[in-house]
């Protein structure tokens, strides 16, 4: 008998049937998304906010009808006026933000895992994602830390949360809930590092002033000398690509003050960990290994759909705080007898295999495959450099470190850097960041898309040049 269109909506998309049903709705998906693109015909939609939401409510009214309409229409509809709507970030004009372009194969991955909906709150919900999730992690980690006895990662939504546990992991370690524990960052820090010690009931960080971009060793050793109590715990936070400028704070001579001062040290580079792939440039990590905790994240600098943050550790001992029991999920005989505990790994329940999409894509580019992408994003924000001061309109911030490029238009206050990027976002003609130093405000483009040319990057500047006059 034929299903309804409605009812074929309510098929599913896992057993022997699964496939079947999936594929023409792919289809009308892959469609949608390429008449959606045309429609916005740039990297972002103009008009701004106000015109987006009128075309989403047109799109999407009724929200919910009283008899459905089925998946194509839905879909169809829906995913054409999501694509319309978009920022792009694989068009090279869309440079705003840590925010890849995902590779092909990482999204394809990611499909089979919707399509299959584990879960690794428990092994009987996820088998096989549970054990590529333990294989996967332990690579990565073993990248962070070589000489660690037993390098492990858990996999996290981001840097916010990467952070977040690093510093639960460093309150327990300090004596738990009320415990002692200082916390020392620079003011180029992200700002979940202030964030998480709210949440975790901590003092406010102590934040040094970062006038060049970065943690400066001297005054890291001078603040620590002056702390009081010197025998109290101390996290010290470093940075390895700062959101602003993608700077790298000096990681061994922070390490070197951690030593002497017996202070634990986190290392935030979800930005900057990357760059291990590289042949070249991993030498611009030296001394990450040094830290006991480090975020890093492989939805920015890494061609990830979002999410894919991980924490790692040199020992996996160092996870034993996070252990939790729930006699329905890792009840003690079940574990005795053999089945992975998994809710020492993550804050939360219900939890999406994102490592699958990570080790498919180590599978298929390697390591020197993702060096070769990292290293032409770095090697173009060089070129943008060299571009923006070949040009006396406008002004160069500093010679990137990773991929991230300030400039403004020559002398321009701060009032009129925000409108000018402003008017590029209206016009959905470019999408560019702002970045704030003492020197005062600039754009900020980040590239994160492997595919961008020389022509892309005139062509940027050339825009930015004709909207400098409102």
């Known amino acids: 008998m034929p299903v309804p269109a409605s009812g074929t909506a309510r098929l599913l998309a896992g057993g022997h049937g699964g496939p079947g049903v999936l594929r023409p ?157 200082r916390i020392i960052c620079g003011g180029n820090a992200h700002h979940s590092i202030h964030r998480a010690a709210w949440f975790l009931g901590l003092p406010a960080p102590h934040t040094l002033p970062t006038p060049t971009g970065v943690l400066d060793p001297a005054a890291l050793h ?21 959101t602003d400028t993608g700077a790298i704070d000096p990681l061994p001579d922070i390490a070197d003050v951690c030593d002497h001062h017996a202070a634990t040290l986190h290392i935030d580079a979800a930005y900057g960990a990357p760059l291990l792939f590289s042949d070249t440039l991993h030498k611009r990590l030296h ?40 006699e329905y999920l890792n009840a003690d005989d079940d574990t005795e007898a053999g089945l992975p505990d998994l809710l020492g790994r993550s804050f939360r329940t219900t939890r999406r295999p994102d490592i699958f999409k990570i080790a498919v894509t180590l599978r298929a580019l390697g390591r020197r495959g993702l060096g070769d992408l990292v290293d032409h994003v770095c090697a173009a924000a060089q070129q943008l450099a060299d571009l923006i001061e070949a040009r006396p309109g406008l002004e160069l911030y500093a010679r990137p470190t990773i991929s991230t490029v300030l400039f403004r238009p020559t002398g321009a206050p701060p009032a009129a850097v925000a409108a000018l990027r402003r008017r590029l976002l209206h016009r959905g003609t470019a999408v560019l960041g702002r970045a ?15 595919h961008t040319q020389p022509d892309d990057l005139r062509g940027l500047l050339e825009l930015v040049e004709g909207h400098t006059t409102p």
């Open 25 to 181: 709705m792919v289809d009308t998906v892959l469609d949608a998304l390429a008449h959606g693109a045309a429609d916005r015909g740039g990297p972002l939609p103009a008009g701004g906010p106000a015109a987006v939401d009128r075309r989403i409510r047109g799109a999407a009214r009724p929200l919910i009808p009283d008899e459905g309409e089925g998946p194509h229409h839905a879909l169809r509809t829906l995913v054409r006026a999501l694509t319309h709507g978009a920022a792009d970030p694989a068009d090279p004009r869309c440079a705003a933000h840590l925010h890849c372009p995902p590779l092909a194969v990482a999204t394809a991955a990611d499909f089979a895992v919707s399509a299959l909906n584990p879960s690794l709150d428990s092994w009987d919900q996820a088998p096989a994602a549970c054990a590529l999730e333990a294989l996967t992690c332990r690579a990565l980690a073993e990248l962070v830390h070589p000489d660690g006895p037993a390098p492990d990662a858990l996999v996290t939504t981001g840097g916010t949360e990467s952070n977040q546990l690093a510093l639960l992991l460093a309150r327990e370690a300090a004596g738990g809930i009320g415990s002692p524990l």
């Open 436 to 450: 704030a130093t003492p020197e005062g405000l600039w754009l900020k483009a980040t590239l994160l898309n492997p």
């Open 222 to 242: 001078t603040a620590l000398d002056r702390l009081p109590d010197a025998d109290a715990p101390t996290l010290v936070v470093a940075t390895a690509g700062t």
């Open 287 to 326: 001394g990450l290994d040094r830290a006991p905790t480090v975020a890093l994240d492989l939805h920015k600098l890494g061609w990830q759909p979002v999410a894919a943050g991980l924490l790692a550790v040199p020992d996996s001992a160092a996870l034993a705080p996070l252990a939790h029991h729930a």
